[in-house]
């Protein structure tokens, strides 16, 4: 199943869901069933049982069911409403206006938490410990699972895609989606060709599709390919293809480091049409790059049943303690250290959330190498905007000066070696 809508051939897409939305969207909802289910066991056994403590936990179970919900809510209608031409930029924030509500959720949980533990300790009151300490196991057991569930299994990926549109003002708005394994999509006019790095266990190859009418092929008959590859030293490396079925595959193997332009002529009918792309290795892991890659709304849903745990293992310490050491504070106390815990998580989350939804720079550390791939031979950036469009996609506009005769195609082919920059728009001006 797919993260992606599917392109026809020309279509300008602006669906900026993250990798693995899909999936996040069923372990979300999983969760909320578990919660339901021991909700309803708790609340049904308490009532049958006359258990007000076994109620009582019930009822926070669907506070936490609730929370929850907002994560699961917001993955549904983002992946349903992402084509939708309502949403300028798509629904990719969606789910950090999520975390963000979440996070203020959270906040007023911590306060509540607070407010109760100062009242018992000023006014201690009778704890049934045989009754509450399994209680306090049975909660910490379920957010085990839950964050269990929600962390659970490998990350999804999705492929890329990008294309331009050229205005005749000297505008370029360019919507680009990259694949981690780098795949490219290049809209030759009359279907796309994939232009894909493979190196899944095997030396890496370039791998070519087309896609069209008749779904992916190799290059059609009656077309040439040549791909050439240039690197920064100004070493030039031509490759040669073999068919392997389903696509073309490089003879050649495609040395280290994988930071390239490759040119791509593409002949059809006595005439050659070239494409450029760049590649560039990517680390994905560190500083901002990372936080604009993250996905807030299963951040905010995870922090949520980790902060439920950490309340839970605090609680059972404080219990323990009152029932053998005869330390009554140590409860209260347990649920001050607990509002701190996540009241600092809270803060955290509404800090980055709202960055985000303000569209504050997602990625000081592109903002500045994008300056210097612009102005890297004399050209001038005089105004250059970068936000978050959704989990791993980033918008940007970039107006230069220039006293070369260079046009947007020229400027989206440098930007091109940026994977995250999904949706571009380049204003050229000549001096």
């Known amino acids: 199943m797919s993260d992606q809508v599917s392109l026809r051939p020309g279509a300008h897409s602006h669906v900026f869901l993250g990798a693995g939305h899909e999936k996040n969207e069923r372990k979300t909802w999983a969760v909320i069933a578990l919660c339901a289910a021991l909700m309803v066991l708790e609340i049904g056994g308490g009532s049958l049982y ?20 907002i994560a699961a809510i917001a993955y549904t209608y983002s992946r349903k409403h992402a084509a939708d031409p309502s949403f300028a930029f798509g629904t990719g924030k969606l789910g950090d206006l999520a975390g ?5 959720i959270l906040a007023m949980i911590a306060l509540l938490i607070g407010y109760e533990a100062i009242s018992r300790l000023l006014q201690p009151v009778v704890i049934n410990f045989d009754v509450a ?30 294309h331009g549109h050229s205005h005749g003002d000297g505008h370029d708005d360019t919507h680009a989606d990259h694949h981690e394994d780098d ?18 266990g095997v030396p890496p190859r370039f791998r070519v599709r087309f896609e069209g009418s008749q779904g992916l092929m190799p290059v059609p008959g009656g077309q040439s390919l040549a791909v050439e590859t240039t690197r920064p030293d100004g070493t030039h490396q ?16 495609i040395p280290e480091p994988h930071a390239f332009t490759v040119r791509i ?30 996905d807030n709304n299963m951040r905010a849903a995870f922090i949520h049943v980790i ?23 140590m409860d209260p106390m347990m649920g001050i250290v607990g509002m701190l815990v996540i009241a600092n998580w809270s803060y955290g989350l509404v800090r980055d959330t709202g960055a985000i939804l303000l569209d504050m720079t997602p990625d000081r550390q592109m903002a500045a190498s994008i300056r210097q791939e612009i102005e890297t031979d004399g050209d001038q950036l005089t105004d250059l905007h970068l936000w978050r469009l959704g989990p791993g996609h980033l918008g940007a506009i970039v107006a230069i000066i220039t006293s070369q005769q260079r046009g947007p195609e020229f400027y989206r082919a440098r930007l091109g070696r940026f994977a995250s920059l999904s949706h571009v728009t380049v204003e050229v001006q000549s001096t």
Do not use: C, Q
């Open 50 to 69: 006359g258990s007000l403590a076994l109620v009582a936990d019930g009822l926070h179970m669907s506070t936490h069911a609730a929370a929850l919900l």
């Open 100 to 104: 963000f509500s979440s996070a203020v």
């Open 133 to 162: 300490i399994p209680i306090a196991f049975l909660g910490l057991f379920v957010n085990i699972a839950s964050a269990w569930l929600l962390s659970g299994g490998d990350h999804g990926h999705s492929h890329g895609h990008s």
């Open 183 to 200: 795949v490219r999509r290049i809209d030759t006019g009359h279907g796309f060709l994939l232009l894909e790095v493979f190196e899944d």
């Open 238 to 253: 031509t490759f040669t293809f073999v068919n392997r079925g389903g696509y073309l595959e490089s003879v050649e193997e």
């Open 265 to 294: 002529r593409l002949g059809h009918a006595g005439h050659v049409h070239s494409h450029e792309l760049a590649f560039e290795e990517h680390d994905h892991g560190h500083g901002d790059h990372g936080v604009a890659h993250r």
């Open 307 to 329: 902060a439920d745990a950490a309340v839970s293992v605090l609680a059972i310490l404080g219990l323990l303690a009152a029932k053998f050491l005869g330390w009554t504070f």
